[in-house]
């Protein structure tokens, strides 16, 4: 079976860094693009980060420079480094598969979602 | 980027009814487009990919329809479980943003 498992949230100080894992199970993170998406307290879904399977990035202008996708294929591990945390990055960060067996690159597997919380 | 506008922003429906959604590109994405389906507290669900392709496991109720710029999402008889917030979302290029979410509530 397929599963996404999100860890690492939790409450951050202004300023401050965290690195989210995203763990997957029954396929392999090289074999699609794996992507990063949060949603703030009430309101709908943006689009962080996606790594392709040859291994480029790309980032959302929200998060450019502060935010990185990168993989560890031999664990099948994506991670999202989230540094110079702001108040308004705080939200439920999800990670998505996109483009598995489909070139119209849906996220069709999502994990559960980790919390993050930037306050001081 | 890409702006993806969704309308209307909630819905009031009954159980048995047939509703559509729509969703308009800010510039043509062919069929790059995919909806999904979340509930309270949980992460989304794909519903349909490429305009109009059904995700296995999808009920045929659900039924996506369009091209280029102007997209729609029908639910041809509501049931109980498909009051939620549904998303498009496009996939033609990066940043491949959501549209603001259509709450579907119980009349």
């Known amino acids: 079976d397929v599963q996404l498992v999100e860890t690492g949230g939790g409450l951050i100080q202004p300023g401050g860094s965290l690195r989210l894992s995203c763990a997957v199970s029954?396929?392999?993170?090289?074999?699609?693009?794996m992507t990063w998406v949060r949603q703030a307290p009430g309101q709908g879904l943006e689009w962080l980060s996606i790594?392709?399977?040859?291994?480029?990035?790309d980032h959302a202008d929200a998060v450019k420079g502060r935010f990185t996708i990168s993989r560890d294929n031999s664990k099948n591990i994506v991670y999202l480094q989230m540094n110079s945390l702001r108040a308004e990055d705080t939200a439920v960060y999800y990670c998505?598969?996109?483009?598995?067996?489909?070139?119209?690159?849906?996220?069709?597997?999502w994990g559960q979602g980790t919390q993050v919380i930037v306050s001081s | 980027d890409i702006q993806m506008t969704q309308s209307p922003s909630s819905l009031s429906a009954s159980v048995g009814d047939r509703v559509t959604i729509t969703c308009r590109a800010s510039?043509?994405?062919?069929?790059?487009l995919n909806w999904y389906q979340q509930k309270a507290g949980k992460a989304p669900k794909l519903l349909i990919y490429?305009?109009?392709n059904l995700q296995s496991g999808v009920p045929s109720r659900f039924s996506g329809s369009g091209s280029g710029t102007d997209f729609s999402l029908t639910i041809s008889s509501l049931q109980p479980e498909d009051f939620a917030t549904y998303y498009c979302?496009?996939?033609?290029?990066?940043?491949?943003?959501f549209g603001q979410g259509t709450n579907l509530e119980i009349k």
């Open positions: 510039q043509r994405i062919s069929g790059y």
């Open positions: 790594i392709y399977g040859g291994g480029g990035t």
């Open positions: 979302q496009h996939s033609y290029s990066t940043p491949y943003t």
């Open positions: 029954g396929f392999s993170v090289t074999s699609s693009y």
């Open positions: 490429g305009a109009s």
């Open positions: 998505a598969r996109s483009g598995y067996n489909s070139g119209w690159y849906p996220f069709d597997e």
